[in-house]
């Protein structure tokens, strides 16, 4: 009968059942079995021991065991929403890339955006970078932009990742604390690591408080390559911009945040998708040609720098917009592989030492994740457009090739798949000279000029919001070597910094800046470095 407090029947113990019927399906086992009692185990007698020849008791409990799955190593809290990106603006002079030559294409898109430090279950404010994947799901095969709120990142070869991280996350002794910042163990690696503190000041801006997922900017950080049909190639930075405008908290209101609503930034994704308050961002570019580059006063291919817009100004080519939220979260949010060497053709990478270690990382850490080779097949992975190769078998695999085929070059399938020459994939064309070695560029060696340029671009409030993040989080961190160590390269990148942290900290003396591999250089925006900006 129904009632308020469903329909059902009660059995013998007072426990409800509900039946199927009307709208509602036959619950079964995995093998199809339908189910009589999905509230009873099979007892002995009605007092008596279950019995282990309950296959229905055993099937649901061992799959319930499973429900879990290894969290990301890094970037394992985030929120994924589906969506759209169409094209306003063609680069067909610089590439043969459908989706970014094609105007008013609507491409297909799932967005997830992410903490770094925190686990799947942390909370949504603390200060940490914020991750931005998109995987465009393009006529010509998944193309996956995977990049982060902030413009340049901590370190410039991949080979540091594993200890940046280990730094980041909670300590290994005491399983705390789960942010990203805020302990002795990361000032310890950031006070070894002067090639971070660019990106040092940007974690110490209001960028690592967010308002909300909506209002943050996102940015593809390295060079990246277009491609045109004949092999020619120009560099590519990638922008998102939203249109609800960069917002953030202050350090207070994301601390009271963080105890009031744990699920801050989900939630608000959710309900404003639920309300058809879609958000938007525009994707922006800076193109600049290996000349032009030669010209700058940093190395492009070092992720520590960016590329002002006074020297190359952004041009907005698409606008994104996510509508959809997903219909199970880990089945999607949860399941979606982004990784950066999935590009389409009239895309390609740059030399950045830590892009190309990234290339190999994240096919490699899903493996395991996933596990299984054949993850591409679970549909928020899988491309929209058609796929196929001789690649076989592995665990789940739902792909069943008929013939006897399974092998390239073949004479005895009409079916099988086979190279496209002329449209295929191909890199770009480089020369690559000089010597083998573990070698990094000097051109690699200035940390501090940018960060300066940084800090000295913010307005007066920002600069004191700098300044009081980096005293109460310093003031966190128990070694007084380490937080003199840091106030030491503050005083690289601003005098008046290094300053009010030291007098925050109440330290005397000033400690000495630690030796720097390459002069500081004031880099205010200077006309003549204005040098591009063609379309
Ligand atoms: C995950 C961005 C550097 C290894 C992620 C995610 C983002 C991201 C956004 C989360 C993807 C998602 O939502 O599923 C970046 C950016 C980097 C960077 C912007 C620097 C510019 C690196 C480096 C490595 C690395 C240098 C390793 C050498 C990983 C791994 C994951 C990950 C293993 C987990 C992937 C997964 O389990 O699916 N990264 N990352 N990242 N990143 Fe990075």
Not at 34 to 60: H, I, M, Y
Not at 223 to 230: A, D, K, N
């Amino acid at each position: 009968s129904a009632n308020s407090y469903g329909e059902g029947q009660l059995g013998a113990g007072g426990e409800l059942h509900q039946a199927a019927g009307a709208s509602h399906p036959e619950m079964t086992t995995n093998q199809g079995l339908p189910l009589s009692d999905n509230q009873n185990s099979l007892r002995a007698n009605a007092r008596g021991p279950s019995l282990l020849e309950d296959f229905v008791l055993r099937e649901k409990i061992t799959h319930f065991d499973h429900e879990r799955i290894p969290e990301r190593v890094v970037h394992a809290r985030g929120t994924g929403v589906h969506g759209y990106f169409e094209l306003t603006k063609s680069l067909k002079k610089y590439t043969r890339a459908r989706i970014l030559s094609e105007v008013g294409e609507k491409t297909p898109v799932f967005v997830r955006i992410s903490t770094v430090a925190g686990g799947a279950g942390s909370v949504d404010t603390p200060r940490d970078v914020r991750g931005f994947a998109v995987k465009f799901y393009t006529r010509e095969g998944n193309w996956d932009l995977v990049g982060n709120n902030i413009p340049v990142f901590f370190i410039q070869d991949a080979i540091k990742f594993p200890d940046l991280i280990h730094a980041v996350k909670m300590e290994p002794d005491r399983g705390f604390p789960q942010s990203a910042t805020g302990h002795d163990t990361f000032w310890d690696y950031m006070s070894q690591t002067p090639e971070a503190m660019h990106m040092v000041m940007w974690i110490m801006s209001d960028r690592t408080l967010p308002r909300s997922l909506r209002m943050i900017e996102a940015f593809g950080i390295h060079s990246f390559r277009l491609v045109t049909e004949g092999g020619d190639s120009v560099f590519v930075k990638f922008h998102w911009r939203p249109k609800l405008g960069l917002q953030s908290t202050l350090w207070d209101e994301a601390v009271k945040i963080a105890g009031a609503d744990q699920d801050f930034h989900r939630r608000d994704m959710f309900d404003a998708i639920a309300a058809g308050n879609f958000p938007e961002w525009e994707l922006a570019v800076q193109i600049f040609t290996a000349q032009e580059a030669e010209q700058f006063p940093f190395d492009h291919l070092d992720a520590t720098k960016l590329i002002p817009e006074e020297l190359v100004p952004l041009q907005v080519i698409g606008r994104m917009v996510l509508d959809r939220w997903p219909d199970n979260f880990f089945a999607e949010t949860e399941q979606v592989a982004f990784c950066p060497s999935h590009i389409v053709p009239g895309i390609d990478f740059s030399n950045d030492p830590l892009l190309q270690g990234r290339l190999f990382s994240y096919l490699d850490t899903q493996l395991s994740r996933l596990g299984s080779a054949n993850f591409h097949q679970i549909p928020v992975n899988a491309p929209k457009c058609p796929f196929a190769n001789q690649q076989r078998d592995g665990h789940m695999q739902m792909a069943q090739p008929a013939g006897r085929v399974a092998y390239d070059p073949n004479t005895l399938s009409d079916a099988a798949p086979r190279e496209t020459p002329t449209t295929g994939f191909r890199s770009a064309t480089a020369t690559e000279t000089g010597d083998k070695g573990r070698i990094r560029a000097a051109s690699f060696a200035d940390h501090y000029s940018q960060a300066r340029q940084f800090y000295r671009s913010q307005t007066g409030h920002e600069q004191a919001h700098i300044a009081s993040a980096l005293v109460f989080e310093l003031s966190k961190v128990e070694q007084p070597h380490v937080r003199q160590a840091m106030v030491g390269h503050l005083r690289h990148i601003d005098e008046d910094l290094a300053q009010r942290v030291a007098a925050g900290l109440a330290m005397t003396p000033m400690p000495a800046a630690p030796p720097a591999a390459a002069t500081v250089k004031d880099m205010e925006p200077s006309p003549a470095l204005q040098i591009i900006g063609k379309m």
